[in-house]
């Protein structure tokens, strides 16, 4: 159970901590911190995998979860890439 709430508080922290600095950022650097957090996304990706294949103990929430992580970062790195794209073609000459 404290584990739980050790979890929980830093998952909170670390949501509050990421929105306040997002919105503190101008936006002409939003498309390169996209681009950073793509290669942050990508290790999601790895983490996810092995959630997924690792887990011995026939935990299925633990499987469901690492699942939807997986989709869920697969979709954010794929979206990212596709943002940084087509702001990199905005500055090809014509």
């Known amino acids: 159970m404290e584990i739980l709430i050790l979890l929980l508080f830093v998952f909170v922290m670390a949501a509050f901590l990421g929105f306040e600095l997002i919105q503190k950022v101008p936006s002409q650097l939003h498309t390169p911190l996209m681009s950073g957090s793509n ?8 983490g996810a995998i092995l959630a997924v294949t690792k887990l011995q103990d026939g935990s299925e929430l633990g499987k469901w979860l690492g699942l939807a992580a997986l989709i869920l970062a697969t979709i954010n790195v794929v979206g990212g890439y596709m943002v940084t794209n087509r702001m990199l073609s905005m500055f090809k000459k014509k």
């Open 39 to 46: 290669a942050i996304s990508g290790i999601t990706v790895v």
